[in-house]
């Protein structure tokens, strides 16, 4: 049951984001031709992001005990890896991702999903999902909150003091 939950919120979620869309998106306004010289750097930079996504996925289902998905949330705060540099390396995961689909298929209905779901997030983060951890983790969250920054990684690690 737990590999199903953790399935079907990857299934619902990133891929949807960085799949389902991208490819109904192309099927509205297919992209021109392909190039390698553009191809590369794309794939270079999902890959990047893939990597961070996957390891983000992992600290949920081992540390938090829960998965990416709102109705099923880590139970314990993460604050482990790339957590202790940046609150929200998923969303920092799935960009590059974004971006380098634009890039990779020279795209600009791929870029401007990226830059709609950049702002999305950039809005509903500090809106509706912060005051949610704090208040599902109370003053360990607040503290995390003052410590490691939203969006641009810390150069070092932040260690919690409860770790």
């Not at 737990?2 to 992209?31: E, G, N």
Request: with cysteine.
């Amino acid at each position: 049951m737990t590999v199903l939950r953790h399935i079907l919120s990857i299934l619902l979620l990133p891929v949807t984001v960085t799949l389902v869309v991208p490819y109904v998106l192309l099927s509205l306004r297919p992209f021109s031709s392909l190039s390698l010289a553009a191809a590369f750097p794309g794939a270079g930079v999902i890959l990047c992001g893939l990597a961070l996504v996957f390891v983000t996925i992992r600290y949920f289902a081992t540390l938090g005990r829960g998965t990416l998905a709102p109705w099923d949330p880590p139970k314990h705060l993460v604050v482990a890896g790339v957590y202790r540099h940046v609150r929200n390396p998923m969303i920092s995961g799935v960009m590059p991702i974004l971006f380098g689909e634009a890039l990779g298929l020279r795209s600009v209905p791929l870029l401007e999903w990226a830059l709609g779901f950049l702002a999305l997030n950039m809005t509903y983060i500090p809106l509706l999902e912060e005051p949610m951890l704090e208040g599902r983790f109370g003053d360990e969250y607040r503290q995390y909150k003052r410590h490691v920054p939203r969006w641009v990684p810390r150069r070092t690690a932040w260690v919690p003091p409860w770790a």
